[in-house]
């Protein structure tokens, strides 16, 4: 996908330079009612660590996916940010359309952004592609999002969806190892984010997972990631839950549980806890994965704290 960000940031500075491009202006507010990718990132402290190896283990696992959805989040800002700073191409009533571009004769796809301005202040906007090696292809959204910045600066809200198989269909060059869908709220007001991915694992069979997070005033942290897929055993599913809690000097907690599947009745609940320096100072589980060690008082959050199973 990165590749395809730099050939359509190429492609629509070439457009903007080009004698046949309206110099008309975006809807008022537009830049200012899409979050950046900043404020809809996952904050999780990462300053002190050093080698991988020595991090309590669920420290890495929660780093991890804020690492992944802050990439993929940051990919869709930037580049909606960054062609609407370029003129318009045409307006129709209230959309306003960046494009079509279809940069070099060797980039396979032309784009199109197209940004509506509805009559209640908030706006749609949707990235489409088509393929050009298809005669019949058709523009088919790649990114489409809604944003809503009336409750104020700072304050909007909004969501947008990632649909990684039709990038895949419009560009299979450059996506070729993408697939299922990512789907992102987000509340300004708050400091919530909601995630929902919906895809396929290795065999084919549909997995599915969901991000839930808060940010505190102070700097710190709280995520739940709930995931249904094959974590071992025989083919059947499990349900896994892993919430984690952190300060904003980077003490934090990793509560899990398994549940379902191969474990029938049973479930496998655990914790671990680390330090400002992200090294474990607990450890504790009722099946025995691993043994119980260190000191539950280290803990920056005292009491396992899960959502209800599925």
């Known amino acids: 996908m990165m590749n395809t960000m730099k050939s359509l940031l190429a492609a629509t500075a070439a457009l903007s330079l080009a004698a046949c491009v309206q110099q008309d202006a975006a809807p008022k507010g537009l830049d200012k009612a899409i979050p950046t990718a900043d404020q809809v990132s996952i904050k999780l402290p990462a300053g002190q660590a050093k080698a ?65 301005a509805n009559a209640d202040g908030t706006f749609d906007y949707s990235l489409q592609g088509k393929s050009k090696s298809d005669p019949n292809a058709v523009f088919e959204a790649v990114i489409s999002g809604h944003a809503d910045p009336t409750p104020g600066e700072l304050k909007g809200n909004g969501e947008f969806l990632i649909d990684f198989d039709a990038a895949k269909r419009v560009n299979p060059v450059d996506n070729g190892d993408a697939k299922g869908q990512v789907d992102v709220n987000y509340n300004l007001a708050t400091r919530h984010l909601d995630l929902h991915i919906m895809s396929t694992d290795a065999t084919g069979a549909p997995a ?8 505190d005033a102070s700097g710190g942290g709280n995520m739940t990631f709930d995931v249904t897929a094959n974590v071992g055993g025989t083919a059947l599913n499990e349900d896994v839950t892993i919430r984690s809690r952190w300060l904003a000097d980077g003490e934090g907690r990793g509560d899990f549980r398994i549940a379902g599947g191969d474990l029938g009745s049973q479930q496998a609940i655990g914790s671990q806890c680390w330090s400002q320096l992200f090294r474990e100072t607990y450890y504790t589980d009722n099946v025995n994965f691993m043994p119980t060690e260190g000191d539950p008082g280290s803990c920056a959050y005292t009491a396992a704290d899960l959502p209800p199973a599925h």
């Open 52 to 116: 991988v190896g020595d991090l309590a283990s669920y420290y890495v696992v929660t780093r991890d996916v804020t690492r992944t959805f802050n990439g993929g989040s940051a990919w869709v800002l930037i580049l909606i940010h960054s062609i609407v700073q370029y003129p318009v191409t045409s307006i129709s009533g209230d959309v306003y359309t960046w494009g079509p571009w279809s940069g070099s004769a060797l980039d396979p796809a032309t784009y199109k952004l197209d940004v509506t």
């Open 208 to 215: 599915s997972a969901d991000y839930a997070y808060d940010e």
